[in-house]
Structures are given as structure tokens and as C-alpha cells.
């Protein structure tokens, strides 16, 4: 049991739900009871909080986790003024991370993966979505989801696989061509492995406009896999309609929705996943509609969009203190972004994202007095334990760990 909280922030309920000065008993990896007043038991492991705040294991609903090589040359030359086209024209952006991804082995792609995943741990993150997309070609997105697979197994942390052939076109093949192979031979093949939980598609009309998405998302769904969008980054191309009409569970960056396609998925309750260390990266001047969002009842999560070309942020909490700052969400929004409405866009929100009997005991013990702490202190990492279903998976070395005895 982990006794002596000063708060429990439960989010059970519509906003934090939060006790004070209280407990929380485990057993078999889910939790129990939690309260005011719970003594530890007879062969109980006993975390003692010093005070501090209590909560829910981190989500990160939206990440591009498994890649080969960075591009930290292509960041400078961003600095210095160079546009993403001027960036892509001299051999860059994504299609640089192909090249990488596909030369890689399945070893080096986990090794690499796996030291991502201990960073995330640190932040306090036990429950992360994984992209395909770096491959283009069907071995390399096979190959992507099978180290997902392997990560998975490794029990560190529980990874969501997500399938996005449909990130670009690959340069060897033209778009309807590079369709085709994503429908026809790259979605049996991922689903006959069940190597995928969703179905993702960059809907941008320079990229993948509506209706070629549409084809792609129906076909995942018919081979099992629930959809999810990039929708509306770069311009407003339908992509937030899209989401609503294909029944997505999610649609992620939003920065330039149509009042329409918000309006269809309030309607459809499709999950906004907001990516503000994109645009904080990025220097991105457009921001998401948050006001409208809040005013259609929106639920609202927050992603890291960890990849290496414009997020390289690992860190929750960092996500949720530049949704308050960049994007002007409350404190409560942005904790509720990065647990249990992140546990929703996953589809998982009976199993995680609160501190509820019968969820599994994924919980976050930091060094901090207060919740607002965790939005307050930029940049501070809170962390000094993460359960895992019940088992500890990370403890902050040196002093500033919590205590646990063996009663």
C-alpha cells in the first residue's frame, strides 16, 4: 500500500478527485481501496508518500517512439530560417528518417526504442501509443510493430501499437500506387500478425487528402483496427469530419478545424489529442481551438508527439505544463489531459488513467506538496516512483526516493 499521501489525485469523477491525507491499498496489481485512514496489513509492501501528491501512471496517447537516427542538423537549420520544404528539397524531414528506419535491424531498433522507454518511465509514463511510419514499405512497418511487440513483452511499460503506413509517400512509388500496397498487402499483414490496435492516417490534403484517408481508414477497420487521425495541422482539410464519420476514437494536432468538423466530433465524441510540444517546438503560431473545444464539451488529451523531426519531448508532465502556458488550458484540464482523457483516447479508461478499485495500479509518487506544483515548476521532473500494475518499475536514485519497507 502506498500510505501517507498529503493528495491523492483519483479523477474519478468530472474533475480531480482528490483526497486528502490518504492511502491507497493494492493487491494482485489493482487497487482496492483508497482513503482516509487505511493502516497497513499484515505481509504488506509499504510506500510511504512523505506527503506529496499521488497520481495516475502518465498516458501518452500520440507518439512516433521507433525510429533510427535523429536530426538534430535539420532542428539548426530550422533556427537559422530554412523552411520545411527548403528542408525536405536538400534530402530531409521524414523522408530522411525512412531512409535510417529502413536500414536499421529489428535489434538496433529495440535497443534504441527500450532507452527511449527508460527516459519515459522517469517522467513517469506507464502507458505510451506507438507509431508505425518510418518505414513506407511493408517490411519496415512490419518489422516497426514487431518491436513494439517485443517492447511490449519486455513489461517496462505497456505500449499501444498504432499502424500508420499513410505518414507520406514513399518516394519510390506514387500515391494511388503506395494506396494500394497500404490497403491491399500492408493492413492484412498487420492484422493476420495482430500486430496493431489502431489504424492511422496524416490527413492533409498535401499529403493524404479526405477521401483517399477514408479509403484507408474503412479498409483498417474492416481488417479489425479502430481508426485514429492526424487531422487539420498544416491546414483545414477535413480532416476533424473525417474523424467523426469513419467513428474514429481520436483525432490529434487540430490546430486549424473547420467549426463543422469540431461540432461532428462533440457529436461523435471523438477524443481531441492535443500536441502542444509540437507547436512549442516548432514555433508554431496556429493553436488549437481550446475555447470552442471546452464550449462543445470535447474531451481533451494531450500527446507528446515524440519523434525526430518536431517533438523530441519524452517528458508528460512537461506536455501538460505547455498545454496550460502555450495553449491556455486550466491545471485540472492539462492532469486530466495526460491520465484519464488520455486513458480515453487509448480506449482504455476502464483499465487506467484514475485510482479506482478494480483499475490496475499504475501510479506516480512525486516530491511535490501540491498538484499545481506539477504545472507551477517548469521543467522540474516530480517523478520519484512509478508503479506498473503494483510493481515498482522506477525508483529515483540517491535520497530523493520514497521509502518502502516490508512490514
Given at each position: 500500500m502506498i500510505q501517507n499521501a498529503g493528495q491523492v489525485l483519483t479523477f474519478a469523477g468530472a474533475e480531480l478527485g482528490l483526497v486528502q491525507n490518504a492511502g491507497v491499498r493494492v493487491r494482485a496489481g489493482r487497487v482496492v481501496e483508497v482513503g482516509r485512514g487505511l493502516k497497513p496489513e499484515k505481509n504488506e509492501t509499504v510506500i510511504d508518500a512523505g506527503g506529496k501528491v499521488v497520481l495516475p501512471g502518465f498516458v501518452d496517447p500520440h507518439t512516433h517512439l521507433i525510429f533510427a537516427g535523429w536530426r538534430a542538423d535539420e532542428f539548426e537549420l530550422r533556427l537559422a530560417g530554412k523552411s520545411y520544404k527548403e528542408i525536405a528539397a536538400a534530402g530531409g524531414g521524414i523522408l530522411n528518417t525512412v531512409r535510417q528506419t529502413r536500414r536499421a535491424s529489428a535489434d538496433e531498433l529495440y535497443q534504441a526504442g527500450g532507452e527511449r522507454l527508460q527516459e519515459m518511465v522517469s517522467w513517469g509514463?506507464?502507458?505510451?501509443?506507438?507509431?508505425?511510419?518510418?518505414?513506407?514499405?511493408?517490411?519496415?512497418?512490419?518489422?516497426?510493430?514487431?518491436?513494439?511487440?517485443?517492447?511490449?513483452?519486455?513489461?517496462?511499460?505497456?505500449?499501444?501499437p498504432t499502424f500508420l503506413g499513410a505518414h507520406s509517400v514513399p518516394p519510390e512509388l506514387g500515391k494511388r500506387d503506395y494506396i494500394k500496397l497500404v490497403i491491399e498487402e500492408m493492413l492484412p499483414r498487420v492484422q493476420a500478425k495482430k500486430l496493431a490496435r489502431f489504424c492511422d492516417v496524416f490527413c492533409e490534403n498535401f499529403v493524404f487528402n479526405s477521401e483517399e484517408s477514408r479509403q484507408i481508414l474503412e479498409a483498417g477497420k474492416s481488417v479489425g483496427l479502430m481508426p485514429t487521425v492526424h487531422a487539420d495541422e498544416i491546414e483545414s482539410s477535413g480532416g476533424a469530419e473525417l474523424a467523426a464519420q469513419v467513428g474514429a476514437v481520436s483525432a490529434s494536432h487540430l490546430l486549424k478545424p473547420s467549426e463543422q468538423g469540431l461540432a461532428l466530433m462533440a457529436k461523435k465524441g471523438v477524443v481531441a489529442i492535443l500536441l502542444p510540444g509540437t507547436c512549442?517546438?516548432?514555433?508554431?503560431?496556429?493553436?488549437?481551438?481550446v475555447n470552442r473545444m471546452r464550449e462543445l464539451g470535447i474531451t481533451i488529451a494531450l500527446g507528446s508527439d515524440f519523434?525526430?523531426?518536431?517533438?523530441t519531448l519524452l517528458a508528460q508532465p512537461l506536455t501538460a505544463q505547455f498545454g496550460c502556458i502555450y495553449y491556455g488550458l486550466t491545471v485540472v484540464e492539462a492532469l486530466r489531459g495526460i491520465t484519464i482523457n488520455a486513458a480515453r483516447a487509448l480506449r482504455l479508461e476502464q483499465e487506467i488513467g484514475s485510482i479506482e478499485p478494480g483499475k490496475w495500479a499504475d501510479m506516480v509518487v512525486?516530491?511535490?506538496?501540491?498538484?499545481?506544483?506539477?504545472?507551477?515548476?517548469?521543467?522540474?521532473?516530480?517523478?520519484?516512483l512509478v508503479l506498473k500494475q503494483g510493481r515498482v518499475v522506477y525508483e529515483r536514485q540517491g535520497d530523493g526516493g520514497a521509502k518502502v519497507k516490508f512490514c
Open positions: 509514463t506507464t502507458t505510451v501509443e506507438v507509431k508505425s511510419g518510418y518505414g513506407l514499405e511493408t517490411e519496415t512497418e512490419i518489422r516497426m510493430l514487431e518491436v513494439v511487440e517485443r517492447l511490449n513483452r519486455a513489461g517496462l511499460i505497456r505500449l499501444v512549442f517546438f516548432l514555433q508554431e503560431v496556429h493553436k488549437p481551438p519523434n525526430p523531426g518536431s517533438s512525486t516530491d511535490v506538496p501540491d498538484y499545481r506544483h506539477l504545472i507551477y515548476r517548469l521543467g522540474h521532473n516530480p517523478v520519484k
